[in-house]
């Protein structure tokens, strides 16, 4: 699993976010991608996934069929129950890299989700959705997993549980986290500051 | 398609069910398009049936082929009508003075002896009603005794009779509904009266014409040109065209405002899962196919099942348009898993690529 930008430059509409940005990263790990509001955190993130196109430069992820993205919210089939959100993310079942998947029971006991197995997603606090969002794409035991703010909003507490499943996900996942938060950075083994082009 | 398309339909199932107050609004537009639907079936079965009576009263389903005025009519008329494919019976009748004043009115007795067996007599016309005289099969025994003919229904279900008598190119109501043509042995025909099956009589009055164009001429009694359509299967098309674009836009417009309003974001979700374009367009299609098929099959069970009488003619049940659905369906799915299929894509790109 490998994450490779090359003199990578993107603007968003008329302003240039950042200009020839080099980075290389071999997983599993967890790289932070930080800087302020607007310094082009999620357009790089959209970049890796394939969403955005780069304006100069070029990006190379690998494998790029095994990329996962957990945005920022964490979005949730909100009338399904946890269990449930976990099943739908099995349907799509085309990817052939995909390793042997752990089961939904394990993957929620792993993410101190399993006393809410049955509760629908819509009562969950912010921080057990976050959780839920990650624990739905771990099950999938994606090569590369990026995740937009996760911590965006919640309290301590969720903070350090959400940080906890980021980490144990990079155990054997290549986890690039765009964050505010410096309890999320400060648990990162690279850091990408995009303000100051600065590894 | 990256989700099979049995755990699509698992998948869109849930999605459907999975919010109350959706569903209860989905269950209440079908059940209201079910009922209104059915009520519109059993309205064109009403219909249908009742105009049918009309034309069957009125003599509907014969034709009279003709010599010309005061002539006697050549007898092979009537075995070349009879010849012809589709026609039941045919029969020839003399002249007559007075048809308008034949009929149940005129003397014929239908007696219900009991249940199952029916006496029918015409005693003041001196000539006796013999079983020779009946044209139409399908009675499970008769009798000639006293003048009249004894008429055994089967298990006491009515059997449309016809009977042909000397003086008689009409048609009467009796038996429970069925028709009596009556007549007896004659010695100078002027009509030959040709029993055919009422929905074919506009076709085989043109055979039969070509049969007997050199003994006379045809005409078909009941069926003024301002009668003469439409028929039971126009009457249908007719009703479905006022009724069902309309129930069917109605619904349809409910169907999609709920999907439009309930699932906008789950769609984002699910994209963020891995479900390609063509999964999205076929868990829709299904969502429709479902909305729309329960309770329109559920109208047609209910209806079927409720229609003891068998009155409801097959085209009203719209069958094909059914099968139709089924097949342009299927195609527009194969067609978006093919595209699917094709425009599957990688990320690996530099600015030109």
Redesign the interface.
């Given at each position: 699993m490998r994450i490779e930008a090359n003199s990578l430059s993107l603007i968003a509409g008329n302003r240039r976010l950042f200009a020839d940005l080099n980075v290389a990263w071999d997983g599993p790990g967890l790289i932070a991608v930080i800087g302020p509001s607007g310094s082009g955190k999620s357009t790089f993130l959209s970049s890796l996934m394939g969403w955005t196109r780069p304006d100069e430069g070029s990006i190379v992820v690998q494998p790029a069929s095994s990329v996962w993205l957990v945005p920022q919210n964490a979005p949730l089939l909100d009338s399904r129950t946890v269990h449930e959100n976990l099943e739908v993310a099995l349907l799509a079942d085309d990817d052939t890299l995909l390793p042997s998947r752990r089961s939904i029971d394990e993957t929620l006991a792993a993410y101190r989700l399993d006393h809410q197995t049955n509760v629908l997603a819509k009562h969950l606090s912010g921080g057990e959705r976050q959780r839920v969002a990650l624990a739905r794409v771990a099950l999938r035991q994606p090569h590369i997993l990026l995740a937009d703010e996760v911590t965006a909003g919640l309290d301590p507490a969720s903070v350090k549980m959400v940080t906890e499943a980021l980490c144990e996900l990079a155990s054997h996942t290549l986890v690039v986290v765009a964050t505010h938060d410096e309890r999320v950075w400060s648990a990162s083994d690279i850091v990408l500051d995009l303000a100051e082009r600065a590894i | 398609m990256?989700?099979?398309i049995a755990?699509?339909v698992v998948?869109t199932m849930?999605?459907v069910w999975?919010?109350p107050v959706w569903a209860l609004i989905t269950v209440a537009a079908c059940a209201a398009v079910g009922a209104g639907l059915a009520a519109i079936i059993v309205d064109d079965a009403h219909t249908i049936s009742a105009r049918q009576d009309l034309l069957t009263a009125r003599g509907w389903g014969l034709v009279v082929v003709s010599s010309a005025a005061g002539e006697t009519l050549d007898p092979r008329a009537c075995a070349e009508a009879a010849g012809v494919d589709g026609v039941i019976a045919a029969g020839p009748v003399s002249a007559t003075r007075d048809v308008k004043a034949l009929g149940l009115d005129a003397g014929l007795s239908v007696t219900e002896v009991s249940i199952e067996v029916v006496r029918m007599s015409w005693p003041e016309s001196g000539v006796d009603l013999t079983t020779a005289g009946l044209l139409t099969p399908g009675l499970q025994s008769l009798a000639g005794l006293g003048g009249g003919v004894f008429y055994l229904r089967e298990g006491g279900v009515s059997v449309p009779v016809r009977v042909s008598r000397l003086d008689a190119p009409g048609r009467y109501q009796a038996l429970d509904g069925g028709l009596l043509i009556v007549r007896s042995e004659i010695d100078s025909p002027s009509y030959c009266l040709v029993d055919v099956p009422p929905e074919e009589v506009e076709n085989l009055a043109l055979d039969i014409a070509a049969a007997t164009v050199s003994f006379g001429t045809i005409s078909v009694p009941s069926l003024s040109p301002s009668e003469a359509s439409p028929t039971p299967g126009e009457l249908v098309q007719q009703h479905r065209d006022r009724h069902f674009p309309l129930i069917a836009g109605a619904f349809l417009l409910i169907i999609t405002a709920v999907r439009l309003l309930r699932s906008r974001?789950?769609r984002?979700?699910?994209r963020?899962?891995?479900?390609?374009r063509a999964?999205l367009w076929t868990m829709g299609i299904i969502e429709y196919m479902f909305l729309m098929g329960v309770p329109v099959m559920s109208a047609f069970a209910t209806v079927l099942l409720a229609d003891q009488g068998n009155r409801v003619p097959t085209q009203v049940l719209g069958l094909r348009e059914a099968a139709l659905l089924c097949v342009v369906s299927t195609i527009v799915a194969v067609a978006f898993a093919s595209l699917s299929a094709v425009g599957r894509?990688?990320?690996?790109?530099?600015?030109g690529a």
């Open positions: - | 990256n989700v099979p755990k699509l998948e849930r999605a999975s919010r974001r789950d984002a979700i699910y963020l899962l891995r479900f390609g999964d894509n990688t990320h690996q790109f530099a600015p």
